[in-house]
T-cell receptor, first 113, second 116 residues
Framework: DTEVTQTPKHLVMGMTNKKSLKCEQHMGHRAMYWYKQKAKKPPELMFVYSYEKLSINESVPSRFSPECPNSSLLNLHLHALQPEDSALYLC????????????FGPGTRLTVL | AQKVTQAQTEISVVEKEDVTLDCVYETRDTTYYLFWYKQPPSGELVFLIRRNSFDEQNEISGRYSWNFQKSTSSFNFTITASQVVDSAVYFCALSEFMEYGNKLVFGAGTILRVKS
């Protein structure tokens, strides 16, 4: 099973809302990633979790808060977002934090009003 | 710093034509990995291939083939007999090893439109 799932597929939220994006994989991968992708741009790395510990934070604003409850799950908590945060949020996983291929989920398309 | 350049912003071809997508990379690492991903309109990034820096053999998978040349820092992707379903954005990516993990550095992407 080479699948990464993400929920919800679409999310519309106001700037004062709190919401969470969820990601799940059952491939036994020990590294998980959050990327942000704006329209017509490549994905940009936000966070890397390795063995359930945050290993890379690419200077992401604190209104984005990642969480890795266990080796299969990755959450991204959202609070007080801005309209410019509207984007496709992609989750990925890989066997470990080395140079292995990353498998991506379908993404959550977020709109901040 | 690592850098990936995909000079072709958009390519349009007619079905059954062959098409090559170019990728040029920059890195100071001696060990690195290169990738190609496909992103159809649905949005999901689909992994196509991973190549490590010590393996310069070209690879063929069905209608897809990849040409890796360290001498020119290029990792080009050819689709033979293109089909409408090949229409997508294609990203070339390079692994960047950091102290506490690994990140993918993506090129800007090439939009491929295959017309019937």
């Amino acid at each position: 099973d080479t699948e990464v799932t993400q929920t919800p597929k679409h999310l519309v939220m106001g700037m004062t809302n709190k919401k969470s994006l969820k990601c799940e994989q059952h491939m036994g991968h020990r590294a998980m990633y959050w990327y942000k992708q704006k329209a017509k741009k490549p994905p940009e790395l936000m966070f890397v979790y390795s063995y359930e510990k945050l290993s890379i934070n690419e200077s992401v604003p604190s209104r984005f808060s990642p969480e890795c409850p266990n080796s299969s799950l990755l959450n991204l908590h959202l609070h007080a977002l801005q309209p410019e945060d509207s984007a496709l949020y992609l989750c990925a996983s890989s066997q470990d934090r080395g140079g292995n291929e990353q498998f991506f989920g379908p993404g959550t398309r977020l709109t901040v009003l | 710093a690592q850098k990936v350049t995909q000079a072709q912003t958009e390519i349009s071809v007619v079905e059954k034509e062959d098409v090559t997508l170019d990728c040029v990379y920059e890195t100071r690492d001696t060990t690195y990995y290169l990738f190609w991903y496909k992103q159809p309109p649905s949005g999901e990034l689909v992994f196509l291939i991973r190549r490590n820096s010590f393996d310069e053999q070209n690879e063929i998978s069905g209608r897809y083939s990849w040409n890796f040349q360290k001498s020119t820092s290029s990792f080009n992707f050819t689709i033979t007999a293109s089909q409408v379903v090949d229409s997508a954005v294609y990203f070339c990516a390079l692994s960047e090893f950091m102290e506490y993990g690994n990140k993918l550095v993506f090129g800007a992407g090439t939009i491929l439109r295959v017309k019937s």
